[in-house]
């Protein structure tokens, strides 16, 4: 079995990251967030680079309007993370409409939600769309009675949400407050107080108005994109943006950029020079733990679960004597490593019964998501094959590539003992919660076929020392 110590980084934070940045390298709070923003946009069905492109538009609005530069910085992560509370309302939306939450998050965003017009269309067209027509009734007629409420309350849930993880990872009060009222319009007829005019914060402003550009330019191009925002002038905009956003538009390089590979890197540049913060091990992870409270919130069933995989993998790791920096690397690994589940419908997530195919491929795409994500972020990069690879057993038939035994590093190895532990002990959709006794017994008849021996068995030990007994 390969050492763990051979597997997890030993390097102070200069030289934490892979080959792509060079001892010496300081790592800005920027360019982790904005590679982390691609699972923001994982859980709203969005297409891949949509934070970051909301930042580029909004970013020029900001300065074309000359905003003093510590705005200018608070702007700069408000559109990053303006859809860190996303995943809090998942579950609802699921279980509202009967149907695809990120498809009809996604479908969401392209309305007008001040035209009861487009909002009937929208509710008939997305509600419980392969329910029987008795259900579908059913649920028409509880959203008619409802829908103002339930409205108001799914956008609560995922402002103050993403409020207070923005706050955990620790930024700037006007950061998270401007998250928090990013759905209030000018006109006061937005969520969730019903602010207007200057109440709300000029980053919620901006951050909505470029949100909304970039959804109808993805769709249509910069023509829609800008009808769309002079049509909600006065009611979802201020008009003295929009009159900004006008003379951005003008530009061809405000639209080109946006179809250009080198964006991301572009999008780092706007940070303003004075301001620009660098990242250090407590902040990383802070980053790591706010994350991982975006993981978990997707689903009532996987509350606590990220913590708590990182939790147990941590005990399992220490039983094979690993040392603080170790500790550490495992333990971001832990809280991370299911962030490609933000990518995975709570249709499926939550579904009781058994998934069919098509399910079950979406499934198993969700540690590729994972891979894909931390691979990204140049301070979790080293992690990415291991988050992976979670779902892998060593006979060879786990997912996704099908690893088998030597193939199969021990730190993985610790991770699937540990996921899956927690699995079997907490509520899900497909069976209750066992005891710890009764889990271990499950994973023992897999003990050398799904688990490692060694991995079991210091997971024995850690459970034993912990509660002084298994029961």
Not at 146 to 164: N, P, Q, V, W, Y
Not at 290 to 310: E, L, M, Q, W
Request: proline share 5%; charged share 25%; net charge neutral.
């Amino acid at each position: 079995m390969t050492p763990i110590s051979s597997l997890l980084p030993m390097a102070p934070l200069d030289a934490f990251a892979d080959e792509r940045y060079p001892v010496g390298h300081r790592m800005a709070l920027s360019e982790v967030i904005g590679a982390l923003s691609y699972a923001l946009d994982l859980t709203e069905g969005l297409p891949a680079g949509h934070c970051i492109r909301v930042c580029w538009i909004g970013m020029n609005i900001g300065t074309h309007v000359g905003l003093p530069v510590r705005t200018l910085s608070n702007l700069y992560y408000t559109l990053l993370l303006k859809d860190i509370g996303c995943s809090s309302n998942a579950a609802r939306v699921c279980e509202l409409y009967g149907s695809d939450d990120l498809a009809v998050k996604s479908r969401f965003r392209q309305i007008d939600t001040q035209s009861i017009s487009q909002l009937t269309r929208f509710v008939l067209a997305n509600l419980a769309p392969n329910a029987p027509l008795r259900k579908r009734v059913g649920k028409l007629v509880h959203l008619a009675i409802h829908g103002r409420t339930l409205s108001r309350e799914l956008i609560t849930s995922r402002c103050e949400r993403g409020a207070g993880i923005a706050a955990r990872i620790g930024f700037a009060m006007p950061v998270a407050d401007a998250i928090r009222r990013l759905d209030e319009h000018w006109n006061g007829g937005g969520n969730p107080a019903g602010a207007a005019g200057t109440e709300i914060p000029i980053e919620s402003r901006i951050a909505l108005l470029a949100q909304v550009a970039e959804v109808f330019h993805a769709i249509s191009g910069p023509r829609e994109a800008l009808e769309q925002v002079k049509r909600r002038s006065g009611t979802w905009f201020d008009p003295s943006l929009v009159q900004a956003f006008e003379s951005v538009a003008a530009t061809s390089d405000l639209w080109n950029m946006l179809k250009d590979s080198s964006l991301e890197t572009h999008v780092r540049t706007l940070e303003p020079q004075p301001l620009i913060q660098y990242v250090d091990e407590p902040q990383i992870d802070q980053i790591a733990q706010g994350f991982a409270d975006v993981i978990d919130s997707k689903s009532p069933y996987t509350n606590g679960h990220s913590h708590r995989v990182a939790d147990y993998a941590l005990a399992i790791g220490r039983q094979f004597g690993i040392n603080p920096a170790e500790a550490r690397w495992l333990k971001r690994l832990g809280l991370l490593h299911d962030i490609g589940k933000l990518g995975v419908s709570n249709s499926i997530l939550d579904k009781p019964g058994k998934l069919d195919e098509q399910e079950w491929a979406r499934v198993r795409l969700h540690p590729v998501f994972s891979e894909q994500i931390l691979d990204r972020v140049s301070v979790f990069a080293s992690m990415a094959f291991s988050a992976g690879s979670h779902h892998e057993r060593l006979d060879g038939k786990g997912y996704p590539r099908g690893l088998k035994g030597a193939e199969i590093p021990q730190v993985v190895r610790i991770l699937t003992t540990a996921d899956v532990f927690d699995a079997l002990t907490s509520d899900r959709p497909y069976h209750p919660g066992r005891g710890i006794a009764e889990a271990l017994a499950i994973m023992e008849k897999d003990r050398g076929v799904a688990f490692d021996p060694d991995c079991l068995d210091a997971l024995k030990r850690s459970q034993e020392q912990s509660a002084g007994k298994i029961a």
